[in-house]
Structure formats: structure tokens, C-alpha cells
């Protein structure tokens, strides 16, 4: 009867443990960084103004990078630098600086950025001036469309 349990014991692979064998490999995780870039704009609002004077406004706009990208920031305008109410046309000009001496467009001026992050963002100023229009007719519905494009 002993040699009965112990067959079966053995059968069943009760005692089988004492066999075992495992095997073992590896494999690799890899991912790739792509550049992106990412703007965030605010409007420039000019309010109202004296047109035989002239204003100045500005506003901010925010561009993040992937960290260790570079590239440039331009804006570019539908009409030519100039806000309409449909009928009628107001010229301005944008500048990165604040006193007005470097225009910012897509042929003669660009920001450069560098990526430091998509949570770290570069701010960068557009300063707007709208020169003296003494012809300017009223209205409180002048507007334009600004492009901001960031290459990278």
C-alpha cells in the first residue's frame, strides 16, 4: 500500500517540483522624441485713440518647445499691416522692441526660440503702433488677423 500512495503521489506531480527548470530573455524599450512647439496669443487691443496722434499697444504671445528644439517665430498679417472695418482701413505696423524700431513680419524680422520644454514657455512682446492717420474715418469695428508661425 506505501508503493500505491507513493506512485501516485508521484503521478499526480506532488513530488515533481523538485524538477523544475525556467528560462530567462530580455528585450528592449525604446521611444523617439518628435519637436513640437506649441503658441498660446493674446489680442493686441488699441482701444480707442486720437487719430491726429497716433497709439501704441502690445501683447504677449507664449511658444514652448520640445526641450533642445530651435526654431523661429513670425507673424505674418492678410492685409498687409492694415485693420479694416470692411469699408474702411487702418495701417499699423508690429515691432519686437519697445521703441519701435524693429518690425516684426515673415520677410525682414523673426524671434528665434529654444526649446526648453513644453511646460517652460518663451514669452515674447509684439509691440503695435498705429502712426498718426489724420484721414481715419470712425469706427469702432477695425480689425486684422495675425498669423504667428513657429518653424522648427
Given amino acids: ?7 501516485s503521489l508521484i503521478a499526480t506531480g506532488v513530488m515533481s517540483a523538485a524538477h523544475a527548470a525556467t528560462e530567462t530573455s ?8 518628435a519637436a513640437s512647439c506649441q503658441i498660446t ?8 485713440f486720437d487719430p491726429s496722434v497716433g497709439t501704441t499697444g ?3 504671445l ?4 520640445t526641450s533642445g528644439s530651435t ?10 499691416w492694415a485693420m479694416s472695418d470692411g469699408t474702411n482701413s ?26 526648453a520644454g513644453l511646460a517652460t514657455p518663451s514669452t515674447f512682446t509684439v509691440y503695435g503702433k498705429i502712426d498718426a492717420q489724420p484721414a481715419a474715418t470712425v469706427s469702432a469695428g477695425y480689425a486684422d488677423t495675425v498669423t504667428v508661425t513657429v518653424t522648427y
Fill in 1 to 7: 500500500m506505501k508503493k500505491l500512495i507513493l506512485t
Fill in 26 to 33: 530580455t528585450f528592449q524599450v525604446t521611444a523617439e522624441v
Fill in 41 to 48: 496669443t493674446n489680442s493686441l487691443a488699441f482701444g480707442s
Fill in 58 to 60: 502690445s501683447a504677449s
Fill in 62 to 65: 507664449d511658444v514652448a518647445c
Fill in 71 to 80: 526654431g523661429t517665430v513670425t507673424l505674418e498679417s492678410g492685409n498687409m
Fill in 90 to 115: 487702418l495701417n499699423y505696423a508690429l515691432y519686437t522692441d519697445a521703441s519701435h524700431t524693429s518690425v516684426w513680419n515673415n520677410v525682414t524680422a523673426s524671434q528665434s526660440v529654444t526649446g
